[in-house]
């Protein structure tokens, strides 16, 4: 494996991390899950062995249980910036590919049957259910037509026009279907997202 060099100080100013970090709910907290999901996507990059990530891939980590949402914030902004040298997209590429990891465990198992040519069974679940993954914030889904929902989200610390977004882009991946996705931010923590797809012939 080639030595991975990235310089984490100016990842975190690009990411704005240490007052996102400042401005979580102490209360906040979020499945093992997403620690797993990480994971997963830095095991295929052959980066597990990188010293930073150490703390935050942990195997022991059960993926039912809930753990601070400040740990997974700054396991996401390491995760990115390893991944890529603009760590939002870094974040995007990884939450794009947590679609597949997720479809395989057993909340990915209940949600199987929603994948199909339209997302929007599947996007209604993820509104339905969030309480169960995350105690914080909440999402709402608004349905314009068959081809086009937006995804509200408020008090969401896990960066939407990253994180969020490329996890709504790998759901359609999933999907087997083209689309789009935007982000448009009312301020760094709410904000929507708007996604838009073409249904297969």
């Known amino acids: 494996m080639q030595p991975v060099s990235v310089d984490l ?24 899950i997403v620690f797993a999901m990480l994971r997963d996507g830095l095991r295929r990059r052959s980066l597990l062995s990188v010293p930073e990530v150490q703390d935050f891939v942990d195997s022991g980590r059960r993926s039912y249980r809930f753990f601070p949402l400040h740990d997974v914030i700054k396991a996401y902004a390491l995760g990115g910036a390893l991944v890529h040298a603009d760590p939002r997209e870094g974040m995007r590429e990884l939450f794009s590919e947590n679609v597949s990891y997720f479809s395989r465990t057993w909340y990915g198992e209940a949600m199987a ?12 679940w993820l509104e339905r259910t969030r309480e169960h993954v995350a105690n914080y ?4 889904l608004e349905r314009r037509s068959s081809t086009h ?17 490329g996890g709504c882009e790998g759901l359609l991946t999933a999907c087997g279907i083209r689309g789009e996705v935007h982000a448009e931010l009312d ?15």
């Not at 914030?137 to 709402?140: K, Q, S």
């Open 149 to 165: 929902c937006i995804f509200h989200m408020f008090d969401e610390y896990l960066w939407i026009e990253a994180a969020q977004r």
């Open 113 to 124: 049957r929603f994948l199909k040519p339209d997302p929007t069974g599947a996007l209604a």
């Open 187 to 201: 301020d760094d923590y709410n904000g929507r997202l708007d996604i838009r797809w073409t249904p297969r012939s």
């Open 9 to 32: 100080s100016l990842s975190e100013a690009n990411l704005g991390l240490d007052r996102r970090l400042r401005d979580l709910p102490a209360s906040a907290r979020v499945r093992g």
């Open 137 to 140: 914030g909440h999402w709402r």
